[in-house]
């Protein structure tokens, strides 16, 4: 089974500080992939990024970086110099990497992390 | 162009009612899913479409009835719901090959109330 666990609930930080979300998973799939999705208050949840199991490298989009630990099984999410419009629910979530033609798998989600960033 | 539309936006129903959600992208997704989120919860999946053909169903009850007509739509028909039905319901496609396989992008979602 999948699990996703982010133990952060809510976060509150002043604007322009760094902040960083965390996210532990369980997986027996061998192959899986990765997410980070943000749902502000419109209820729309929005792709942030994608991360297949194999490729460990980190990623840096912008204000937003991404760190992808396999051995402590971690994808942490750190927003530098925050801003309010950052403020929204972050959510993780993982799924199977099927092969090609082996159809889709649902995303299993953690329960989120509410992140307000105060002006 | 990443856009899934549903429709309707919100949505009140008595519990003898029928009415049905939809969906629809235009992004040559072959698969296609339904999540409902209660609120302060995270979305939890019902269904899963993968080239038209129902290839998973999260032992949602008989009450939810999902329809992918083609590769383009998705219905949700709902029949006989209960107040605990009432929730925010999703609609996600992706790519099932390439690059991008899996990345799936939401809709807005449908707010119903089951009264």
């Known amino acids: 089974a999948q699990k996703v666990t982010q133990a952060q609930t809510e976060i509150s930080v002043v604007e322009k500080e760094d902040v960083t979300l965390d996210c532990v998973y369980e997986?027996?799939?061998?192959?899986?992939?990765l997410f980070w999705y943000k749902q502000p208050p419109s209820g729309e949840l929005v792709f942030l990024i994608r991360?297949?199991?194999?490729?460990?490298q980190n990623e840096i989009s912008g204000r937003y970086s991404w760190n992808f630990q396999k051995s402590t099984s971690s994808f942490n999410f750190t927003i530098t110099a925050s801003q309010v419009v950052d403020s929204a629910v972050y959510f993780c979530?993982?799924?199977?990497?099927?092969?090609?033609?082996?159809?889709?798998?649902?995303?299993?989600f953690g329960k989120g992390t509410h992140l307000i960033i105060q002006p | 162009d990443t856009e899934v539309t549903q429709t309707p936006k919100h949505l009140v129903m008595g519990m003898t009612n029928k009415k049905s959600l939809k969906c629809e992208q235009h992004?040559?997704?072959?698969?296609m899913y339904w999540y409902k989120q209660k609120a302060k919860k995270p979305p939890e999946l019902m269904f899963v479409?993968?080239?038209?053909?129902?290839?998973i169903n999260e032992s949602v009850p008989s009450r939810f009835s999902p329809e992918c007509p083609n590769s383009s739509l998705l219905n949700l028909h709902l029949h006989a719901l209960q107040p605990e039905d009432s929730a925010l319901y999703l609609c996600?496609?992706?790519?099932?090959?390439?690059?991008?396989?899996?990345?799936?992008?939401f809709g807005a979602g449908t707010r119903l109330s089951v009264l």
């Open positions: 996600a496609s992706s790519h099932l090959q390439g690059l991008s396989k899996n990345i799936q992008y």
């Open positions: 997986t027996r799939d061998t192959t899986y992939y």
């Open positions: 991360r297949n199991s194999f490729d460990e």
């Open positions: 979530a993982l799924s199977e990497a099927k092969y090609s033609g082996g159809g889709a798998d649902g995303l299993t």
């Open positions: 992004m040559g997704h072959r698969a």
């Open positions: 479409y993968s080239y038209e053909k129902l290839s």
